[in-house]
T-cell receptor, first 117, second 110 residues
Framework: GAVVSQHPSRVICKSGTSVKIECRSLDFQATTMFWYRQFPKQSLMLMATSNEGSKATYEQGVEKDKFLINHASLTLSTLTVTSAHPEDSSFYIC?????????????FGEGSWLTVV | GQNIDQPTEMTATEGAIVQINCTYQTSGFNGLFWYQQHAGEAPTFLSYNVLDGLEEKGRFSSFLSRSKGYSYLLLKELQMKDSASYLCARVGGATNKLIFGTGTLLAVQP
């Protein structure tokens, strides 16, 4: 079964509103979680790296005030898309690194489809 | 930079062998992943290489040359269900972040 749970799997929101996506590690502690965005027929683009208890590190070109990331515990990180616009419609996916294992153990969530209307 | 390059598309025949190449910048390198992704789904882990050489796992093998900044994924005895995107991803940098390549869309034909 899934070891990283992402919720919601699909969400539709109105333009101008905010939407929150959760990423939970189910049976391990995740020191680091990564948030990606994927547009159709494109690869995964890293948005930010989230470390428990500290501020997220955003990739160049990603607005930190628009994409709020919180990693309050070792098992939960959230991505909030604020003041959403139709161009924010995309597939958002998180991944988590298992604290107790070697660095090669990175699990992905199931992804969240966001549609802004 | 962390440019990771792969061919955009490839086509192969059922039962054949296909090799998907990936080149990356070597500075700060800490490992190379291959993932398979079907449309609309999350990526699934295929392989991880951190040392030079070939890692074989069933029909899939992955090769790494750290000095050349080069990896390939080898798929043998291709099946129709292998039609998918194959993503090369590099781990590196101070935060060991996972950066994906452009992805290769593989179409397996009868």
């Amino acid at each position: 079964g899934a070891v990283v749970s992402q919720h919601p799997s699909r969400v539709i929101c109105k333009s101008g509103t905010s939407v929150k996506i959760e990423c939970r590690s189910l049976d391990f502690q995740a020191t680091t979680m990564f948030w990606y965005r994927q547009f159709p027929k494109q690869s995964l683009m890293l948005m930010a790296t989230s470390n428990e208890g500290s501020k997220a590190t955003y990739e160049q070109g990603v607005e930190k005030d628009k994409f709020l990331i919180n990693h309050a515990s070792l098992t939960l990180s959230t991505l909030t898309v604020t003041s959403a616009h139709p161009e924010d419609s995309s597939f958002y996916i998180c991944s988590a690194r298992d604290r107790g294992r070697m660095s090669n153990t990175i699990y992905f969530g199931e992804g969240s489809w966001l549609t802004v209307v | 930079g962390q440019n990771i390059d792969q061919p955009t598309e490839m086509t192969a025949t059922e039962g054949a062998i296909v090799q998907i190449n990936c080149t990356y910048q070597t500075s700060g390198f800490n490992g190379l992943f291959w993932y398979q992704q079907h449309a609309g789904e999350a990526p699934t882990f295929l392989s991880y290489n951190v040392l030079d050489g070939l890692e074989e796992k069933g029909r899939f093998s992955s090769f790494l040359s750290r000095s050349k900044g080069y990896s390939y994924l080898l798929l043998k005895e291709l099946q129709m269900k292998d039609s998918a995107s194959y993503l090369c991803a590099r781990v590196g940098g101070a935060t060991n972040k996972l950066i994906f390549g452009t992805g290769t869309l593989l179409a397996v034909q009868p």
